[in-house]
């Protein structure tokens, strides 16, 4: 079992619609969440954070996190093309690494 | 406020030679991390240092090690490189990677092994 596991994908969504996107992982110590942008070509960009159970909401997106369930998800309400990439999630232990899952593939089409 | 600067952006090596690559994080942040990714594998932890000292390390091979510097800045070396060491390496700086932040990332070194 991988220590990080996302949606493989691709996801495709038309344009306004709601984009969700799932991880979990296994470790339970696990303190900090985050969600990663990467555009192809380039280098992945923070995103969204998240460490409390709950909704975390930064404009068009909302991070949920659910510790008992060890589940993180990334919503994107009115999704644009300019969000077509992909979206890794990561989970920092309490060693301090963080470790991504294989990153879900999304395509918002006009 | 510069961001991570990775060089060289690009390079190209035969196999068995060595390779050093160059990081040098945000200003004020201690914490370097560096991670390989390929199509196949994702983006897999290398090790991170943290005030010059390794902290973290993931399961590769002794052929990769790394260092920091007293101004934060990291160098990772690969040596006797093979044609699967051919990859993006990416440096991640962090405050403080304990801390609840996140990583800046650099552009990345793409290497490629012949």
């Known amino acids: 079992q991988k220590e990080v596991e996302q949606n493989s994908g691709p996801l495709s969504v038309p344009e306004g619609a709601i984009a969700s996107l799932n991880c979990t992982y296994s470790?339970?110590?696990?303190?900090?969440f985050f969600w990663y942008r990467q555009y192809s070509g380039k280098s992945p960009e923070l995103i969204m954070s998240?460490?409390?159970?709950g909704d975390k909401e930064d404009g068009r997106f909302t991070a949920q996190l659910n510790k008992a369930s060890q589940y993180v998800s990334l919503l994107i309400r009115d999704s644009q093309p300019s969000d077509s990439a992909t979206y890794l999630c990561?989970?920092?232990?309490?060693?301090?690494?963080?470790?991504f899952g294989d990153g879900t593939t999304l395509t918002v089409k006009p | 406020k510069a961001g991570v600067t990775q060089t060289p952006r690009y390079l190209i090596k035969t196999r068995g030679q060595q390779v050093t690559l160059s990081c040098s994080p945000i200003?004020?942040?201690?914490?370097v991390s560096w991670y390989q990714q390929t199509p196949g594998q994702g983006l897999q932890f290398l090790f991170e240092?943290?005030?010059?000292?390794?902290?973290n390390k993931g399961n590769f091979p002794g052929r990769f090690s790394g260092r920091q510097f007293s101004n934060s800045r990291s160098e990772m070396n690969v040596s006797t490189l093979e044609l699967g060491d051919s990859a993006l390496y990416l440096c991640?700086?962090?405050?403080?990677?304990?801390?609840?932040?996140?990583?800046?990332f650099g552009s990345g070194t793409r290497l490629t092994v012949v």
């Open positions: 470790d339970r110590g696990s303190q900090s």
């Open positions: 240092y943290f005030s010059e000292t390794q902290r």
């Open positions: 991640a700086s962090s405050i403080d990677s304990l801390s609840n932040y996140g990583y800046t």
């Open positions: 990561a989970v920092k232990s309490n060693a301090g690494k963080s470790t």
């Open positions: 998240i460490y409390s159970n």
């Open positions: 200003s004020g942040h201690r914490s």
